[in-house]
Structures are given as C-alpha cells and as structure tokens.
C-alpha cells in the first residue's frame, strides 16, 4: 500500500490532487491523507511518519515555510518522496534544498504530475520497506508488511493472508507481533488484521470488513481496545 500525504492551505486543491493521484494509481491500494492545517499534518507525521511513502506539499503554508519544513520531515522520513505543488514559481530554485522530485505549478497538469507520481513510486526503495522474516521448511520468507491483510491461527500454526496468496507457517501469533507495526491490531485471540486493509469495523455483529469483502472477527473482550486504535488509526489528528 502507498500511503501519501498532502498538504496545502487549499482544500479543494488538496482534494483534486487526491482524485488525480486515485485515477493515475489504479494497480494498489493507496491511502490520502489532506491537511490544510500545518499543525494537524505535523502532528500527522509524528503518529503516521513510519509509513508515508510519497509527500505533496506547497511551499507556502501560512505561518511555515514549507521548504524549510519539508527539510525538516526529510530529516526524519530518509525515504520520503516530496513533489512540490506551488502557484509560487518564483521558489522553484529555492526548493533545490530539499531533496525532490518536482515542482509543479499550479493548477496542475496531470500528465506532468502522473509522471512525477511514478517517478516518486519508482524511487521508494525495496529493501527498506518492512517486513516479518519466517522460517519453512529451512527457508526464511521476507513478508512485506505492506501486502498482509491478516493473520489466522490454529494452535501453533499460523497462515498469513496477501491480496495473491496465503501461507501456513508453524508460529504463534505472540512471537510474530514484535514483527508488526502499529497498522496490526490482535483483535482476536486468533486474529489479527491489518487496519490498512479495513473499509470498516462493524461494532454490533463485532467483525472486521476488509475491502476484499473478507471479514476477520472481533472479540468481545478486544472490543474496546480495537474500537478505539481503529477510531485513532483512521483519524490520527
């Protein structure tokens, strides 16, 4: 999953680049975050910085400088893919500060900004994206954390579900939940799911509807705790 962000004092600019990233991005699931506030989207990567790929900013944002505090996120996402989105062409050398992979005049052009957006895809790097390491059969499989939906266990066996596939591996969920992110919620004694993959969670029949159609059960005694790291996890800010 592509997760990005968009930050820009316009509302309905940040939600025609959200449309366009939606049509040019058709081949996996991309979650938009939009902030017209700089201190919601600040507070935003704080809580969620882990796992933005791709960043769409403007470098006038009212109080901030929004070189200078893209300079700042780059000091802290080392993989971070900035586009810049600006009416200001006069900062388009002043942007050079910041490691980027365009500046785009506003209103923009879609083909410039699909091509930047594939670029942007392009440069995030493999390697670096997480994964739980398991072992079968003396063979360590690299699972990107990024294509489990969820994980079901049978006593001491675990099957880990992707969009393509699943695979049984002889693990605990217990010894696998060092191996996740905050996205991974245990939701149920033999369940845990990755919110990211959940379109929403139904708190009367107590299930998980990922955006498959599958449903991963919830527990009554997890019930709480999912509802409200789901409730933080889709509105962080």
Do not use: W
Not at 15 to 29: A, F, K, Q, R
Not at 101 to 117: E, K, V
Not at 133 to 138: P, R, S, Y
Not at 157 to 169: A, N
Request: hydrophobic fraction near 45%.
């Amino acid at each position: 999953m592509l997760n990005i962000a968009i930050c820009g004092a316009d509302s309905e600019q940040n939600e025609y680049i959200g449309e366009l990233i939606n049509s040019i991005i058709e081949d996996e699931p991309v979650r938009i975050a939009a902030f017209c506030n700089v201190n919601a989207f600040i507070n935003y990567i704080d809580k969620r910085g882990y796992d933005l790929n791709i960043l769409i900013t403007d470098v006038a944002l009212g109080e901030y400088n929004g070189i200078k505090l893209m300079r700042m996120m780059q000091q802290k996402l080392r993989e971070i893919q900035i586009i810049f989105a600006s009416k200001f062409k006069e900062f388009v050398f002043d942007a050079y500060a910041v490691r980027h992979i365009a500046f785009l005049p506003l209103p923009i052009d879609r083909d410039s900004f699909a091509n930047a957006i594939m670029l942007a895809r392009e440069n995030i790097v493999f390697r670096h994206r997480p994964r739980v390491l398991l072992t079968k059969g003396g063979i360590v499989c690299g699972i990107l954390l990024d294509d489990i939906m969820y994980m079901e266990s049978n006593g001491r066996m675990i099957t880990v579900y992707t969009p393509t596939s699943s695979e049984t591996f002889q693990y605990r969920l217990e010894s696998i939940k060092p191996s996740l992110d905050a996205r991974f919620m245990h939701c149920h004694k033999s369940f845990i799911v990755n919110m990211d993959y959940a379109s929403k969670l139904d708190t009367v029949n107590m299930t998980f509807y990922l955006r498959s159609g599958i449903q991963v059960p919830v527990s009554t005694r997890r019930a709480k705790d999912v509802r409200t790291a789901f409730r933080d996890y889709i509105m962080p800010y």
